[in-house]
């Protein structure tokens, strides 16, 4: 199979497309490989994926919100199936930069749809969020629940990107899964995330900002557990059938949580990392940040039934794996 990954610098993007390469498929990945965190770890997973797998994969810096640009790239290159985890992320950075927002998470996705239903391509699979479910509270998170009370601008693009592949998998009848992530955590992950924050802080003997005074509960999964269940989906793409899919559409669109159904408690991984550290934490307790929320877990009762969805990986196992990762990748010595 060969495989459109977008994002493919990025955390999940890159874990995906190694995922895909190990198990024979060919990737042509794209990026533009910009700068909301340093670019050398973007440089350092494509790297990687190169120096593993050769000329099974191919990559293009090229911004996916320029038209043109990505019409470039698909007129030279091989792929059926599409999966777009490339956006702005950082619910935090949409309050202080909105523009990069609507360019990226709006027009690039919208883009995509355009280059999958040019390619009439048999599944397109791509990256929602959890923070669309806003100030819910109802726990677990389902898909079902209405989702129309966004807390964040990147909440609401996430959400209206979920609405215009509804309309393209009803017009065009583009089959289509959307996968609403929850808290990803693990190696090559992303310095803007409260794993690396702390795990930084910890090493550096600085203060780690703790947000609500530490209350808060975040559906921590690990990403092998992740990219196995965007596997599954890009594997099985919703029938035209006209019967119910997840998330309630009739059309070839079906929209999952992906998550580990585990709430944990953000002191409880902070003591994990304080373990495996050997540091102790310095706390510096800070108020709930705007367009937050105290705590997120998912119900992943509909993917476990479609595609076998089985998150394996516990805060016990993914904490010490990350901070071993981190420890290595910056040849930090330990006390």
Not at 45 to 71: C, G, K, P
Not at 160 to 169: F, N
Request: negative net charge; glycine residues 8%.
């Amino acid at each position: 199979m060969n495989v459109l990954v977008t994002g493919a610098a990025g955390f999940i993007g890159a874990t995906t497309a190694g995922k895909l390469l190990e198990r024979g498929d060919r990737v042509v990945g794209i990026d533009n490989i910009n700068d909301y965190y340093d670019p050398r770890l973007k440089q350092a997973r494509l790297e990687r994926l190169a120096s593993t797998f050769d000329d099974a994969f191919s990559f293009h810096q090229v911004d996916f919100a320029d038209a043109d640009a990505l019409q470039r790239v698909a007129d030279t290159s091989d792929f059926d199936r599409i999966i777009h985890l490339g956006a702005q992320a950082g619910v935090r950075y949409s309050i202080e930069n909105s523009a990069a927002y609507v360019r990226s998470n709006l027009v690039g996705h919208c883009n995509l749809l355009e280059l999958a239903r040019q390619r009439k391509s048999s599944h397109f699979v791509y990256a929602s969020s959890s923070s669309v479910y806003g100030g819910n509270k109802t726990l677990p998170f389902r898909v079902e629940d209405r989702v129309d009370h966004p807390l964040s601008l990147y909440a609401a693009t996430k959400k209206s990107d979920e609405l215009i592949t509804e309309s393209y998998a009803n017009i065009f009848r583009l089959p289509a899964t959307g996968l609403r992530f929850f808290t990803v955590y693990g190696p090559w992950g992303r310095p803007d995330m409260a794993m690396w924050i702390f795990t930084k802080a910890l090493y550096e003997d600085r203060e780690l900002p703790v947000f609500n005074g530490g209350d808060m509960f975040r559906d921590f999964t690990y990403i092998d557990d992740i990219v196995a269940g965007v596997i599954a989906c890009l594997d099985g793409p919703p029938a035209d059938n006209g019967q119910i899919k997840a998330g309630g559409s009739s059309q070839p669109h079906a929209v999952y949580n992906i998550g580990n159904n585990r709430s944990e408690h953000l002191l409880r991984v902070i003591e994990l990392l304080e373990q495996e550290t050997g540091r102790k934490a310095r706390i510096n307790a800070l108020p709930m940040q705007a367009g937050d929320v105290r705590e997120t877990f998912a119900d992943i009762t509909a993917i476990e039934r479609d595609h076998g969805f089985e998150p394996k990986t516990t805060i016990d196992e993914g904490v010490p794996a990350f901070v071993r990762w981190y420890h290595d990748y910056h040849r930090i010595g330990r006390n």
